[in-house]
Nanobody, 123 residues
Framework: QVQLVESGGGLVQAGDSLRLSCAAS????????MGWFRQAPGKEREFVAA????????YYADSVKGRFTISGDNAKNTLYLQMSSLKPEDTAVYYC????????????????WGQGTQVTVSS
């Protein structure tokens, strides 16, 4: 079992930066692919970014490429999402997830989820 707890969300203005954290506990952190997803009201959950802990490869949705950076601290079992140049369309609940599938952009391939943290970007 893996437990995930997100933090760091909040209300910011367009153009601001924010860093989300996801603290993981349970099984060895580096066995999993870790991802960030988001869900806006009335919309489906969508892929934001993922990192393969073993190989170090990272993946991003086109909508956040160049603005968001996913990283992690294996010693702290913590995943991060650094968000810059935030836009109102980035407003959503952001979820951290862990899984073992190679299909990193698909939410259904992840086995464990956090409770989410709200990010609101005002214009």
């Amino acid at each position: 079992q893996v437990q995930l707890v997100e933090s760091g969300g909040g209300l910011v203005q367009a153009g601001d930066s924010l860093r989300l954290s996801c603290a993981a506990s349970g099984r060895t952190f580096n066995r999993y692919t870790m991802g960030w997803f988001r869900q806006a009201p009335g919309k489906e959950r969508e892929f934001v970014a993922a990192i393969n802990w073993r190989g170090g490869a990272s993946y991003y949705a086109d909508s956040v490429k160049g603005r968001f950076t996913i990283s992690g601290d294996n010693a702290k079992n913590t995943l991060y999402l650094q968000m810059s140049s935030l836009k109102p369309e980035d407003t959503a609940v952001y979820y951290c997830a862990a899984g073992t599938s190679t299909m990193v952009t698909m939410a259904r391939e992840y086995d464990y989820w956090g409770q989410g943290t709200q990010v609101t970007v005002s214009s």
